[in-house]
């Protein structure tokens, strides 16, 4: 997976840097123990398909996302 780090061979490239990350892939990918540092490079990279509201905010901060991660994901909705 992306939040892994594993590609799977039959997925092209191309596709991937339009596939923005959903809520649930980042909840999980900080619940798997990823940082919230390298979090915020991959939603830097891909973007997310998400608006930051007061929940999600709230439990992404409760998964531990830091501050810097919340501003990353709140500058990084794309639109769909």
Known sequence: ???QGDWSSDVCSS???A???S???VETGLTAGITSKRMATLV???GV???LSSVTRKRLA???ADDSLLATISASKRSL
């Open 1 to 3: 997976t992306r939040l």
């Open 15 to 17: 596709n991937l840097k």
């Open 19 to 21: 596939m923005a990350f």
């Open 23 to 25: 809520f649930g892939e």
């Open 44 to 46: 830097q990279k891909f």
């Open 49 to 51: 398909d998400f608006k």
């Open 62 to 64: 409760d998964e531990g």
